[in-house]
């Protein structure tokens, strides 16, 4: 068990205002791994009043002495990796291997690539009788989800403290501990008292507390489209900057001059990784419709390879969702989906078999393909976070290219072509934020973000550093 009591408010562990608590469970078996404390608002001002008081030194120190710290905590977060590794593959159920190279790996890069970044970037220029600087935007509140908890914390943190921000995080009720651990990385890396606060609780409490507080200027959030419009609507009272990082229902659009083994299974890995608990997850796989049946059986048979397990066991590929509230979210989507009339290729929404002993109270799912999806009903057009995938066929590349647009959301997408030039075009015509093409990998020093309602603004890399900076205009006498 991995009780937590405490908040970390201005360099210390401050002890809550009430005695409230917030069980976190282990995905894998469903058992209560431990609590946090579910912070008041007074407990929230408190943080805030400190990442105020905080402001002011910290953004006027040199941005060299910032990287220091900043590769301090990347350091501090690698001697811990095992321990994050481990912790995230029970809080969120993502395989101990993946979880090892994904969850822990990307939060030290993060970390560590804005202290590099630190030495090359220019926070200020001339441009005419201007002196144009870039000033830190001053407190930013960071509320993160769940599903990639500790790298979605640290590209709102490191690139925050990076600009000379001081932060108050409010990290995901369902998969806080990894951002205690981080706390206390912090903490041993000596960073100034208040620079970095942290209160656990509720969204609609704590969360709300800190999207209000006059003292915040600005918020940058990731989480679901409906918790986003929320903040958006209170933030705007304080005319607050907003950063959005929201769902998605991104589409894989094979051509017909691609390679379809490699098309279909690089679709179906990257629409079940971490159980289709990814925003980017491409979950609608667009097909022409003559190789429909092709297609289809190499479906099936990619979503073979994906046997849910123990997300500690080594050679698990497929773990559980992340909570009790997910697996009867997506198993609703699959009895819909059946209702609305699409091919169960593979899958259902009944229990996966071989799931035994401490592991029956897991919130294992078992990995669906549904054929034929009408791009208009309701798995074609919502985020259903769980490992399913919907194909769906078009006539031509004009029709791929309006099915792939024709939804709320814009946040990833891909294309599949033998002709490379070929698959760039219909990539320029899609309205989304990252389009990878025939498999591109993952670039963290690309901009990340969506389009639609998948939000506003960008992070990673020399853009995500930016959204918490505001220009400022010198005008020099000549
Ligand atoms: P969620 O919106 O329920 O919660 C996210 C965070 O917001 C949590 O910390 C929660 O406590 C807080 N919150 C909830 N309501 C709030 C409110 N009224 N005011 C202030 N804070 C509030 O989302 P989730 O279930 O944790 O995460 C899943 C969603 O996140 C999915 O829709 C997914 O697509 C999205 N997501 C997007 C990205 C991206 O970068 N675009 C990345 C990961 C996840």
Same mark, same amino acid.
């Given at each position: 068990?991995?009780?937590?009591?405490?908040?970390?408010i201005?360099?210390?562990?401050a002890?809550?205002?009430?005695?409230? %608590?917030?069980?976190?469970?282990?995905a +894998?078996?469903?058992?209560?791994?431990?609590?946090?404390?579910?912070?008041a608002?007074?407990?929230?001002?408190?943080?805030?009043?400190?990442?105020?008081?905080?402001?002011?030194?910290?953004? /006027?120190?040199?941005?060299?002495?910032?990287?220091?710290y900043?590769?301090?905590?990347?350091?501090?977060l690698?001697?811990?990796?095992?321990?994050?590794?481990?912790?995230?593959?029970?809080?969120?159920?993502?395989?101990?291997k993946?979880s090892?190279?994904?969850?822990?790996?990307?939060?030290?890069?993060?970390?560590?690539?804005?202290?590099?970044?630190?030495g090359?970037f220019?926070?200020?220029?001339?441009?005419?009788?201007?002196?144009?600087?870039?000033?830190?935007?001053?407190?930013v509140?960071?509320?993160?989800?769940?599903?990639?908890?500790?790298? /979605?914390?640290?590209?709102?943190?490191?690139?925050?403290?990076?600009?000379?921000?001081?932060?108050?995080?409010?990290?995901?009720?369902i998969?806080?501990?990894?951002a205690?651990?981080l706390?206390?990385?912090?903490?041993?890396?000596?960073?100034?008292?208040?620079?970095?606060?942290?209160? %656990?609780?509720?969204g609609?409490?704590?969360?709300?507390?800190?999207?209000?507080?006059?003292?915040?200027?600005?918020?940058?959030?990731?989480?679901? %489209?409906?918790?986003?419009?929320?903040?958006?609507?209170l933030?705007?009272?304080?005319?607050?900057?907003?950063?959005?990082?929201?769902?998605?229902k991104?589409?894989?659009?094979i051509?017909d001059?691609?390679d379809l083994?490699?098309a279909?299974?690089?679709?179906?890995?990257?629409?079940?990784?971490n159980s289709?608990?990814?925003?980017?997850?491409?979950?609608?796989?667009?097909?022409?419709? #003559?190789?429909?049946?092709?297609?289809?059986?190499?479906?099936?048979?990619?979503?073979?390879?994906?046997?849910?397990g123990?997300?500690?066991?080594?050679?698990?590929?497929l773990?559980?969702?992340? #909570?009790?509230?997910q697996?009867?979210?997506?198993?609703?989507?699959?009895?819909k989906?059946?209702?609305?009339?699409?091919?169960?290729? %593979?899958?259902?929404?009944?229990?996966?078999?071989?799931?035994?002993?401490?592991l029956?109270?897991?919130?294992?799912?078992?990995?669906?393909?549904?054929?034929?999806?009408?791009?208009?009903?309701?798995?074609?057009?919502?985020?259903?976070?769980?490992?399913?995938?919907?194909?769906?066929?078009?006539?031509d590349?004009?029709?791929?290219i309006?099915?792939?647009?024709?939804?709320?959301?814009?946040?990833? +997408?891909?294309?599949?072509s033998?002709?490379?030039?070929?698959?760039?075009?219909?990539?320029?015509?899609?309205?989304? +934020?990252?389009?990878?093409?025939?498999?591109?990998?993952?670039?963290?020093?690309?901009?990340?973000? +969506?389009?639609?309602?998948?939000g506003?603004?960008?992070?990673?890399?020399?853009?995500?550093?930016?959204e918490?900076?505001?220009?400022?205009?010198?005008?020099?006498?000549?």
């Amino acid at each position: 068990m991995a009780n937590h009591d405490k908040f970390y408010i201005n360099g210390q562990w401050a002890t809550p205002s009430t005695k409230e %608590t917030i069980d976190v469970h282990n995905a +894998g078996t469903g058992a209560v791994m431990g609590t946090v404390p579910a912070g008041a608002e007074k407990d929230m001002n408190a943080a805030v009043d400190a990442a105020r008081a905080a402001f002011d030194a910290w953004s /006027q120190t040199p941005p060299a002495k910032r990287a220091e710290y900043l590769s301090k905590i990347s350091a501090g977060l690698k001697a811990r990796a095992d321990e994050i590794a481990k912790s995230i593959a029970q809080e969120v159920g993502m395989p101990i291997k993946l979880s090892a190279r994904i969850q822990a790996g990307l939060p030290i890069a993060v970390f560590g690539n804005y202290a590099k970044l630190l030495g090359e970037f220019k926070f200020e220029e001339q441009v005419g009788n201007s002196l144009v600087v870039r000033d830190p935007m001053g407190v930013v509140g960071a509320i993160t989800p769940w599903n990639y908890p500790l790298n /979605q914390i640290a590209l709102k943190v490191a690139p925050a403290l990076a600009a000379g921000c001081t932060v108050v995080l409010k990290p995901s009720e369902i998969a806080p501990f990894n951002a205690y651990i981080l706390a206390e990385v912090i903490h041993e890396s000596g960073l100034p008292a208040g620079v970095f606060n942290m209160v %656990t609780g509720l969204g609609p409490v704590v969360g709300e507390a800190l999207v209000k507080h006059p003292e915040v200027d600005a918020i940058s959030f990731t989480g679901s %489209t409906r918790a986003g419009k929320r903040i958006s609507e209170l933030a705007a009272q304080g005319v607050k900057r907003v950063t959005l990082e929201l769902g998605g229902k991104s589409a894989s659009v094979i051509l017909d001059d691609a390679d379809l083994a490699t098309a279909v299974k690089g679709t179906v890995n990257n629409c079940y990784l971490n159980s289709g608990q990814t925003c980017t997850a491409t979950t609608r796989m667009l097909v022409p419709e #003559s190789k429909y049946a092709e297609v289809k059986a190499l479906a099936a048979e990619a979503a073979k390879a994906f046997t849910p397990g123990d997300p500690l066991a080594e050679t698990t590929r497929l773990g559980p969702l992340s #909570s009790a509230m997910q697996l009867e979210r997506v198993r609703a989507y699959i009895r819909k989906g059946q209702e609305e009339g699409a091919e169960l290729v %593979t899958g259902g929404a009944e229990a996966p078999e071989g799931i035994e002993g401490q592991l029956r109270g897991g919130y294992y799912v078992k990995p669906t393909v549904f054929g034929k999806v009408n791009p208009k009903s309701t798995i074609g057009q919502e985020e259903i976070f769980g490992p399913v995938l919907s194909i769906i066929t078009y006539k031509d590349e004009e029709e791929a290219i309006r099915i792939a647009n024709d939804t709320i959301y814009g946040l990833a +997408g891909g294309v599949w072509s033998g002709d490379a030039a070929r698959a760039q075009k219909v990539a320029r015509r899609m309205r989304a +934020g990252q389009i990878d093409i025939n498999g591109g990998p993952f670039n963290m020093a690309a901009p990340f973000g +969506g389009f639609k309602q998948s939000g506003h603004g960008r992070e990673a890399g020399v853009y995500g550093l930016e959204e918490f900076l505001e220009y400022k205009s010198l005008q020099l006498k000549q």
